[in-house]
């Protein structure tokens, strides 16, 4: 694996008294694309939350290019270089697409200029002045990917992108995570649609019951397809 950009180490967190995360163990490489893969409820939305520093009661270590943050408030992890897009893909919907994609601040040096992002999603240029109402899920999507990549962050956490999109716009979104990659951004994806996931990513890890159970590599997803469909229940 290339340099570890993100390593997270026996990540324990809770909401309230709910123990979600029992010790959560994963790595990240430099300009890798990883999966989180697994069954609803597995704790895949809350590892991200906890890597942004969303979660407020966790412990263990999250090492983001060394740099401990694991008692870091989330505007200061977005400062070093995460950014989180959300599943509900946070986009506001009294805005236009411009002031959505303007809102977030630019935390690091080399931002993605907004022409790189219309290169990348050429519909949302044509978009430019539509309310976040009346864009489509697809779009919205775009957006919310979009967002992010303005901050500057070199780790994405991507949670579920494709959700509840058509097989066209799922594969334009896989295209984007694969040209994210050639340009050397580093990301950390939550899937339930793991034949997406086996279009973009190098690994994948299993989350069950808040822990990692296994991991596979995307060259063994085609050999392991009995072992997937018992972990993930498909
Ligand atoms: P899904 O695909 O269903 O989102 P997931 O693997 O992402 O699954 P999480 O969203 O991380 O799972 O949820 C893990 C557990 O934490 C679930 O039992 C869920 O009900 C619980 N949970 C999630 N958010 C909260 C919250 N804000 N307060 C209390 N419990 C929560």
Avoid: W
Avoid at 175 to 201: C, D, M, P, W, Y
């Amino acid at each position: 694996m290339a340099e570890v950009l993100l390593k997270v180490s026996d990540l324990q967190a809770f909401y309230g008294e709910s123990h979600i995360l029992h010790g959560m163990n994963l790595e990240v490489g430099q300009g890798e694309v990883v999966t989180l893969l697994g069954r609803n409820g597995a704790g895949k939305t809350t590892t991200l939350r906890a890597i942004m520093g969303m979660v407020g009661q966790r412990s263990g270590s999250i090492a983001f290019e060394g740099t401990e943050t694991i008692g870091l408030p989330s505007n200061k992890i977005a400062r070093l270089g995460v950014a989180l897009c959300p599943e509900e893909r946070g986009i506001f919907a009294s805005l236009n697409v411009e002031e959505n994609l303007l809102l977030p601040p630019v935390v690091k040096p080399g931002g993605m200029p907004l022409e790189e992002i219309f290169d990348l999603f050429p519909n949302l240029k044509t978009r430019l002045k539509s309310q976040g109402t009346k864009l489509s899920g697809g779009e919205q999507q775009m957006l919310a990917i979009g967002r992010i990549l303005r901050t500057g962050a070199n780790l994405l956490l991507l949670d579920e992108p494709t959700e509840g999109l058509a097989p066209v716009i799922v594969q334009q979104i896989g295209a984007v995570i694969r040209k994210l990659k050639e340009k050397g951004l580093t990301i950390l994806l939550v899937e339930q649609n793991f034949h997406f996931a086996a279009t973009v990513s190098d690994r994948h890890y299993i989350v069950e019951h808040g822990r990692v159970i296994d991991m596979i590599p995307n060259a063994e997803v085609e050999t392991q397809l009995d072992k997937l469909h018992t972990y993930l229940g498909v």
